[in-house]
């Protein structure tokens, strides 16, 4: 492992039943932090992954927690219930996300309403939350996840991207009130292979992954140990960084 990580940290992934969210709840739990696994429809995937990393370590460092984070309820109650198990929360990393694909003139005001509630507001709830529970308490992190087409914008997205812009601006903001107890810094991924990724860019397809790979410099899709290796990084080396945006994109976007 990349750093030696401290063991009684307490961290929370919204969304975290597959993607990212899942690799990232593996990597913490593995490596001895409490870890809350999230989620709020994919229940089945939710107790999978629940299932697969307790075979590995003890089910004292794992705590599932059902929660639509884009309501201020069930944000409350999941929160409680993990001061309750684990007496706090050091890290919360916002990969809870929605995508709902459809040309501009066709989206409708629930497509809209419904990928800010949770790319957004769900970001702000949760933010929020963690900040009331936290405290007066240093060294805490909030780890946003922002989007490449947050800043160039893309066809058949204009929601997501509006969400995500939003979510990168949101980071800016809170780093400047939460410091110096808690540091907000927000990740933007470019293309890492994960299922939603390579269904959203047809990917499976050998010529559109082959013209897609020519876009990024370093020749290939970016993998989730990769993003867990950056959040390992924010959270254990970064000591004195606070309201960025730490791009993992192979070079695709560079600025």
């Not at 309820?73 to 709902?100: E, R, Y």
């Not at 809209?112 to 240093?138: D, P």
């Not at 800043?151 to 204009?158: E, F, K, Q």
Request: proline share 2%; glycine share 8%.
């Amino acid at each position: 492992m990349p750093t030696n990580l401290k063991k009684n940290k307490v961290v929370l992934i919204t969304g975290s039943s597959r993607g990212i969210g899942a690799s990232l709840a593996n990597y913490f739990a593995t490596n001895r932090y409490h870890t809350v696994i999230n989620y709020s429809n994919s229940r089945d995937d939710a107790e999978k992954l629940y299932d697969t990393i307790s075979k590995i370590v003890d089910k004292k460092y794992l705590l599932l927690c059902k929660a639509d984070v884009s309501k201020r309820n069930d944000v409350k109650k999941m929160f409680n219930k993990i001061i309750s198990v684990f007496g706090k929360l050091d890290i919360l990393i916002n990969n809870a996300g929605l995508n709902i694909d459809k040309p501009f003139l066709k989206l409708t005001d629930n497509d809209w309403q419904k990928v800010l509630q949770i790319n957004l507001t769900g970001t702000f709830i949760c933010s929020q939350e963690f900040s009331l529970h936290f405290g007066k308490r240093r060294n805490g992190h909030i780890i946003n996840f922002g989007a490449l087409t947050g800043i160039t914008g893309r066809i058949n997205g204009a929601n997501y991207c509006s969400s995500k812009s939003g979510v990168m601006t949101l980071t800016k903001c809170l780093a400047q009130e939460l410091s110096p107890n808690i540091m907000v810094n927000c990740i933007v991924p470019g293309h890492i292979a994960t299922d939603e990724v390579i269904s959203r860019y047809k990917l499976s397809n050998n010529k559109i992954k082959s013209r897609e790979l020519q876009k990024i410099p370093m020749g290939r899709l970016g993998r989730t140990s990769d993003v867990c290796n950056l959040v390992d990084y924010i959270i254990n080396k970064s000591t004195y960084s606070t309201g960025h945006k730490f791009f993992i994109d192979g070079g695709m976007f560079m600025h």
